[in-house]
């Protein structure tokens, strides 16, 4: 495995059409939505979801692939057969040894971190890759439509009916929405982590086709539009993260409201650069 030795940010440009990228459990699972400005929001903890999804598809859990978090899991199982290994049983500080295990065992854990000392203390993780919240570009409208399903659950619901065995739902859409996101990883815990070069390469492959294997109904058309990559040549970095991300310039060219991604245009000040930094459009 190839050490990482370069700290990097990212932005990550995504949309939605006619589906609900994101829905908010508080609020009737309609779609997140920043209540000051009408943008729309999608959670960091909803995007790792499709990276984890996508990286056990892709690698099936083989060794070192492991995912952590998913679906029906119970995390002490996980924690404690890391204390039956013969490296931790073996080790004076048996907390730091566990750590090192789930590390090279679970994907995730060297990718985000985690908090591993809920059963047999395996202390906690800081990962290298951490996201922000995606925000719209403009005002997204969440709508609301009526649904109908020709058929009851129980015998007692087509009673109540009177044999038409229908039942009414509520299904929330955003029309469009253009998503933006923000990400940093860090050389420096990487390092801690075992995260590696080919790690990174799984995450950045995870980025582009993670909703090609997430499909659904409620999710609608969802894509991976723009992966745009600041390398710096140090492992602490030659300038502030949100200088490189002003250099990202999204902006709608249709009057109206709009519907596609081609109704926008994403410009990049490659010439203010800053000297140590290169970029490079994954997407």
Same mark, same amino acid.
């Given at each position: 495995?190839?050490?990482?030795?370069?700290?990097?940010?990212?932005?990550?440009?995504?949309?939605?059409?006619? &589906?609900?990228?994101?829905?908010?459990?508080?609020?009737?699972?309609?779609?997140?939505?920043?209540?000051? !400005?009408?943008?729309?929001?999608? =959670?960091?903890?909803?995007?790792?979801?499709?990276?984890?999804?996508?990286?056990?598809?892709?690698?099936?859990?083989?060794? &070192?692939?492991?995912?952590? %978090? +998913?679906?029906?899991?119970?995390?002490?199982?996980? %924690?404690?057969?890391?204390?039956?290994?013969?490296?931790? +049983?073996?080790? #004076?500080?048996?907390?730091?040894?566990?750590?090192?295990?789930?590390?090279?065992?679970?994907?995730?854990?060297?990718?985000?971190?985690?908090? /591993?000392?809920?059963?047999?203390?395996?202390?906690?993780?800081?990962?290298?890759?951490?996201? !922000?919240?995606?925000?719209?570009?403009?005002? *997204?409208?969440?709508?609301?439509?009526? %649904? =109908?399903? /020709?058929?009851?659950? =129980?015998?007692?619901?087509?009673?109540?009916?009177?044999?038409?065995?229908? !039942?009414?739902?509520?299904?929330?859409?955003?029309?469009?929405? @253009?998503?933006?996101?923000? &990400?940093? %990883?860090?050389?420096?815990?990487?390092k801690q982590t075992g995260f590696s070069e080919e790690d990174l390469a799984l995450f950045w492959d995870a980025l582009k086709n993670m909703f090609d294997v997430d499909r659904s109904a409620a999710r609608g058309l969802m894509s991976a539009q723009k992966l745009i990559v600041f390398k710096h040549d140090s492992v602490l970095g030659n300038a502030p993260a949100n200088k490189l991300f002003d250099l990202v310039t999204v902006e709608k060219k249709c009057e109206g409201a709009p519907?596609?991604?081609?109704?926008?245009? $994403? #410009?990049?000040?490659?010439?203010?650069?800053?000297?140590? $930094? =290169?970029?490079?459009? @994954? *997407?």
């Amino acid at each position: 495995m190839s050490e990482l030795k370069n700290r990097i940010d990212f932005v990550y440009i995504f949309d939605v059409q006619d &589906g609900n990228p994101n829905g908010d459990p508080d609020a009737g699972n309609l779609p997140r939505v920043d209540a000051e !400005t009408g943008m729309g929001l999608v =959670t960091d903890v909803c995007l790792k979801r499709k990276v984890r999804n996508y990286v056990q598809v892709a690698k099936d859990c083989a060794e &070192g692939y492991d995912i952590f %978090i +998913k679906e029906k899991a119970v995390l002490n199982k996980s %924690i404690d057969a890391a204390h039956d290994d013969e490296s931790v +049983k073996n080790a #004076t500080d048996k907390t730091s040894a566990a750590r090192d295990v789930m590390c090279r065992k679970f994907f995730d854990i060297r990718t985000f971190g985690a908090v /591993m000392s809920t059963g047999k203390n395996a202390g906690q993780v800081r990962g290298p890759i951490q996201l !922000t919240f995606a925000r719209s570009v403009d005002p *997204i409208a969440a709508m609301e439509h009526s %649904i =109908t399903r /020709m058929a009851v659950a =129980t015998e007692k619901e087509a009673e109540k009916q009177g044999g038409d065995n229908r !039942t009414m739902g509520r299904k929330a859409t955003v029309p469009y929405g @253009l998503y933006v996101c923000h &990400g940093f %990883i860090s050389a420096n815990l990487a390092k801690q982590t075992g995260f590696s070069e080919e790690d990174l390469a799984l995450f950045w492959d995870a980025l582009k086709n993670m909703f090609d294997v997430d499909r659904s109904a409620a999710r609608g058309l969802m894509s991976a539009q723009k992966l745009i990559v600041f390398k710096h040549d140090s492992v602490l970095g030659n300038a502030p993260a949100n200088k490189l991300f002003d250099l990202v310039t999204v902006e709608k060219k249709c009057e109206g409201a709009p519907r596609a991604f081609s109704d926008y245009t $994403v #410009t990049i000040s490659k010439d203010a650069l800053p000297a140590g $930094v =290169t970029i490079e459009e @994954l *997407i």
